[in-house]
């Protein structure tokens, strides 16, 4: 639910994210993102594997890999953590954002019991002794509509389905009542009635809490139920930043318009095969110069061999040579 004219609960400037491999070139996985969020606002970042969402999301919480040098500004209630050392980001994981990755089976430890992995995240932030933090756990179970939350915290990750699984990891998110929380692909692999109960009960705590949700989707059906604002990304590349409505309803980049023609819909029964973008996201150290989208844009000119700036038009930001002269 936005806020209007709240300040910012995160604002992220000029973000990049350069990773220096071992062997092998380097490359920007991330380059140049800007976007804010407001309390109770949902931002959802959009497009195909591989344009850079999760590593975006990756550096809001200082969970980069050793070989990435990350700069520009990430601001969290007014706070840069670009730059912050490991014992502040610690402080601020967990406790004031929360996390929802996109596997749960491989972000919960296959050898401890599920409560305990919760319970210690309120031990570690708010000091709650063990029999405090395992009752806070047992109701926050019940809160994310796990039956039989008393049971269920003994369990193993291996016995639980994954829509339970993740109402785990959505539990431990939200377990000490951050302002901030970034969900991955929390949906990827659920059925769809699952899939609804779980964005509703991350819906609701903007709602109830005023709590940001930044949400990892390439479901543009999520996002039509989710979004207040929407930023499609591309190769590392913010190339579209709009209202949610204004954007699906008329989206203006040529790879959003493709999004968008890719989704399927009523119009497409009786179809053989849905729309496609043809070609693929380039790979990190055979990008093409100028704009990146341009070997798979039909509406690509010789203009496209310059990379575009960012325009302001229509109430949007728009990365395109075709709205360069207004």
Known sequence: MSQGAAAPLLEVRQLSVILEPHSGPRFEAVSGVSFALRPGETFCLVGESGCGKSMTALAVMGLVPPVARVSGEILFEGKN???????????VRGRR??????????????????GLQVSEVLEWHLGLSRREAMARTTELFRMVGIPSPERRVEDYPCQLSGGLRQRVMIAMAMACGPRLILADEPTTALDVTMQGQILSLLRDLGTTMG??????????????????????????????????????????????????????????????????????????????????????????????????PSIHTEGREVSCWLYADG
Do not use: W
Request: aromatic share 4%.
């Open 211 to 308: 709590t940001g949700l930044l949400l990892i989707t390439h479901d543009l059906g999520v996002v039509a139920a989710m979004a207040d604002t929407v930023g499609v990304m591309y190769a590392g590349c913010m190339v579209e930043k709009a209202p949610a409505g204004a954007l699906l309803g008329k989206p203006l980049h040529p790879y959003t318009q493709g999004l968008m023609r890719s989704m399927p819909t009523l119009e497409h029964l009786g179809k053989e095969q849905l729309d496609t973008i043809p070609g693929a996201v380039p790979q990190p150290g055979n990008r093409p110069e100028g704009c990146l989208f341009a070997p798979r844009c039909p509406r690509a000119s010789a203009r496209c061999a310059q990379r575009p």
């Open 97 to 114: 954002i929360g996390m929802v990755f996109q596997e749960p089976m491989t972000s919960l430890n296959p050898v401890l019991r599920v």
């Open 81 to 91: 953590l670009v730059g912050c050392p490991e014992r502040e980001l610690s402080r």
